[in-house]
């Protein structure tokens, strides 16, 4: 396998963190592979074990004849076996696979939302269809929708992500935090969650509500941080932005939220199962399956602020309890959503092309 990862940017995201853990694999595997950035590098850069392999392109659109002219011209001398596209990356992909006849396409699907009525841009697969290879989603109904939707593509599989945390976590002594790890865009729904933690510090007027994630959404930001100043919650709900370094956020909440409206198989969920946070979590994409129906965590149903809301007070009223659920998930994503696992079921489908 000679793999090239193709993907829009490095910023902080879901898809940027596989894209970074899979090529971290592929290294310690002695697996040769490249890591292009096709629009431009950022934050998740940090994070790569072999820096020689990553090459951005710096794409001004879509039609940046010159930046494809570079992406060609590096694919040739690397002669990849597959190239492996995430996303919305997936139309270059086609067309950077006329000019490798021999490398099989493989496109991994991260966003929830495709399968849904934000279907963003997968009605224009169906344009593409006959160039894809196989496909990766990051659930069971994006792979379900894929097979209904896009019957070409006759190799379609369900791999879970995997998380990569690079330093133990240990946590004595959580503070008084709830902690949201989702970048600040309109399916996180920041909106929910804040309107319920406004009624959450009534009963629970010691705890505070931090943010971390990408603000790169400026509209959005202003409506988040016009709801806090409504809320007048200014020191109780932190902005945290954008923070490579997560560990100490994980190691201070008392446990975690996320509300969104799609998602797919989180990575921020997988991580904090393994620094044992407690969560709670919309049933929404794969979490519930990856909570396995409130097992392991506590589900509530997209959009119910009531709901919510008594969820966050039974976990601050219960904690050692979410404890408890908190560390047998951590032990379950120890076992089956480890990187071998991955690598394994990868290899399966890769072979199967061939």
């Known amino acids: 396998m000679r793999i090239l990862q193709l993907i829009d940017s490095m910023a902080v995201g879901g898809a940027e963190r596989m894209a970074v853990n899979i090529a971290n694999l592929f290294t310690k595997q002695n697996i040769p592979t490249l890591l292009v950035a096709s629009r431009s590098s950022g934050p998740m850069n940090d994070f790569l074990m072999d820096k020689d392999i990553f090459f951005c392109l710096n794409k001004k659109s879509f ?23 995430h996303d919305s990356s997936v139309f270059w992909a086609v067309l950077l696979k006329k000019f490798l006849p021999s490398s099989k396409l493989v496109w991994h699907a991260h966003y929830g939302g495709l399968s849904g009525k934000d279907q963003r841009f997968g009605n224009k697969i169906k344009f593409i269809d006959g160039s894809i290879d196989a496909v990766i989603t990051v659930n069971e ?33 959580p503070s008084d935090v709830v902690l949201c790890l989702a970048n600040l865009k309109p399916p996180k729904n920041h909106h929910l969650l804040i309107n319920t933690f406004a009624e959450f510090v009534k009963s629970h007027p010691s705890f505070k509500l931090k943010l971390v994630g990408a603000t790169d959404n400026p509209g959005y930001l202003k409506e988040i941080k016009e709801l806090i100043q409504i809320n007048s919650l200014g020191n109780r709900i932190h902005i945290e932005g954008t923070q490579l370094k997560l560990s100490p956020y994980m190691q201070e909440a008392k446990f975690a939220v996320l ?64 404890n408890r659920k908190a560390e047998l998930f951590a032990e379950h994503v120890s076992s089956k959503f480890g990187n071998m696992n991955f690598l394994e079921n990868y290899t399966k489908l890769l072979k199967g092309l061939s």
């Open 141 to 173: 109904e994006l792979k379900t929708w894929i097979e209904n939707e896009i019957p070409k593509i006759s190799s379609v599989e369900y791999i879970e992500n995997f998380p990569d945390l690079p330093v133990a976590i240990f946590r004595q002594d």
């Open 259 to 322: 509300c969104s409206d799609v998602e797919g198989l989180p990575v921020s969920l997988l991580e904090l199962g393994l620094a044992k946070v407690p969560i709670v979590c919309t049933a929404v994409g794969q979490c519930d399956a990856l909570l396995e129906q409130g097992k392991y965590g506590y589900l509530v149903e997209k959009g119910n602020r009531i709901e919510l809301l008594d969820t966050m007070s039974y976990v601050a009223n219960n904690i050692s309890e979410a």
């Open 63 to 85: 039609f940046d004849l010159g930046a494809f002219k570079s992406l060609v011209a590096l694919s040739r001398r690397f002669k990849p076996t597959h190239i492996h596209v």
